[in-house]
């Protein structure tokens, strides 16, 4: 079984498009972010729920909006895509934080295509 | 800003060689500084370190933090194949368990 589980896995787009990438974990974890991993592989964090209230948000265009319906999921949703959008996107959950040895675990990763 | 720095950008070895990662921050509110490994997909969790000079070990994997430093490096001894990946050193700050990410070592291990 999958712990944490995105879809689509890939994706190819026009420029303007709106799409989605759903994320949804079964570890009964009570914390969720996405992370942006660009060309040159660097992982940037964008944003982190907990218990579907957002905790983190960083420096992300608007078009960029996360939805977390339940703790268990959390999708984010790309309005107006760009060619700078392309990059994969991840998704990770943890148990309250990572304060206390827990780990973060990744989902497999969504990879855009913006053309 | 919060910024992690890793060197060097990549490496490529022989089998059987021994490597070390270096990693250094400058961050507020310091709270962990964790190692992964990634492949193809995910990174995958190898280390968290939160207190300066214990050695973490996992196999022929061992880590260690210098908080004084503000650095940490990772040891792979007698290397394989397999080691050869992208290994990204992560610091946790502040109350929002917030990752802050390296730009990553990719190692390539040749036969």
């Known amino acids: 079984d999958t712990a944490v589980s995105q879809t689509p896995k890939y994706l190819v787009t026009q420029m303007g498009n709106d799409k989605s990438i759903k994320c949804e974990q079964n570890?009964?974890?009570?914390?969720m972010y996405w992370y942006k991993q660009d060309s040159k592989k660097f992982l940037k964090i964008m944003f982190s729920y907990n218990n579907k209230e957002l905790i983190i948000n960083e420096t992300v265009p608007n078009r960029f909006s996360p939805k977390s319906p339940d703790k268990a999921h959390l999708n984010l949703h790309i309005n107006s895509l760009e060619l700078g959008d392309s990059a994969v996107y991840f998704c990770a959950s943890s148990q309250a934080g990572l304060f206390s040895g827990n780990t973060i675990y990744f989902g497999e990763g969504s990879w855009l295509t913006v053309v | 800003e919060d910024k992690v720095v890793q060197s060097p950008l990549s490496l490529v070895v022989h089998e059987g060689d021994t490597v070390t990662l270096n990693c250094s921050y400058e961050v507020t509110n310091f709270r962990s500084l964790l190692w992964y490994k990634q492949e193809k997909k995910a990174p995958t969790f190898l280390f968290m370190l939160t207190s300066s000079g214990i050695e973490k070990k996992s196999g022929r994997l061992s880590s260690i933090l210098d908080k004084k430093e503000l650095s940490s490096i990772l040891n792979i001894t007698a290397t394989q194949t397999g080691d050869s990946a992208i290994y990204l050193c992560?610091?946790?700050?502040?109350?929002?368990?917030?990752?802050?990410f390296g730009t990553g070592t990719r190692l390539q291990v040749t036969l």
């Open positions: 992560a610091v946790l700050t502040g109350t929002a368990s917030k990752l802050t």
């Open positions: 570890l009964g974890h009570d914390t």
